[in-house]
């Protein structure tokens, strides 16, 4: 039996990774989505499972479920969290749950679509990074996490380019996600502050973390890999 060809996505419940999957379903893409929490949005080409990517365990089953039922031919590593603390306040506990999140989901994932990946020939792998990678204050895990997956995505892109597999990443600015909103009010002193800080002058959109996506996933664009594409309206030129 030949398995239907989809693109599973990581946290594509909400934001920047329901952003992703929503224009890879008007490409005409079938989408997996692998979240903690159901969408509240549906589509009759997204099909999504649930499990606590922090988790091994689950992990490892859901993706079993997937790919016993399709075959990826990209990989889109968005779920994330950002545990904000100081080097005095950050706890193991923090650590743990984003190296988990970041770095063990991502590791299992990416095993178990491989046999796919390789199989199609011109296989896809996107990793969500961040601007804060480059250094952020009050995201001392968060940040090393994120710099993290760019060592990976370059690593990877060595190990899989001879099987056609392109691995790239995303460094995302600040973006007006609903996770951004709650602690970032849209006209709040902070929020303005940060808008200042933005070269361009404008929060980012998920769709334009989106745009990026669509580029690296794009079939016919096979000769970049192993780099990272910051999405940060200027942010990773300097300042916070």
Request: glycine fraction near 10%; hydrophobic fraction near 40%.
């Amino acid at each position: 039996m030949t398995l239907k060809e989809a693109t599973l996505v990581t946290g594509a419940s909400s934001g920047i990774g329901r952003a992703i999957s929503e224009m890879l379903l008007e490409n005409g893409r079938t989408v997996i989505n692998l979240d903690y929490i159901a969408p509240d949005w549906s589509h009759p080409q997204l099909v999504s499972f649930q499990a606590d990517l922090t988790n091994a365990r689950q992990t490892r089953e859901q993706a079993q479920r997937i790919t016993s039922g399709y075959a990826i031919t990209a990989l889109v590593n968005n779920a994330g969290a950002t545990r904000p603390g100081t080097i005095d306040t950050a706890t193991l506990e923090d650590l743990d749950y984003v190296v988990a999140l970041h770095f063990q989901a991502t590791l299992i994932l990416i095993q178990a679509v491989l046999p796919s990946l390789r199989a199609c020939g011109n296989g896809r792998i996107v990793n969500m990074s961040s601007r804060a990678a480059l250094g952020k204050p009050e995201r001392v895990v968060y940040s090393a996490t994120k710099a993290g997956l760019v060592g990976m995505t370059r690593t990877l892109a060595m190990e899989l380019g001879g099987d056609g597999i392109t691995v790239n990443a995303i460094g995302p600015g600040p973006i007006a996600t609903e996770l951004f909103r709650k602690s970032n009010p849209e006209g709040a002193p902070r929020t303005e502050k940060i808008i200042d800080s933005i070269l361009v002058k404008r929060l980012g959109t998920p769709e334009d973390v989106a745009r990026a996506a669509m580029f690296f996933l794009h079939p016919e664009n096979s000769f970049i890999t192993g780099q990272t594409l910051y999405v940060c309206g200027g942010t990773s030129l300097g300042g916070v």
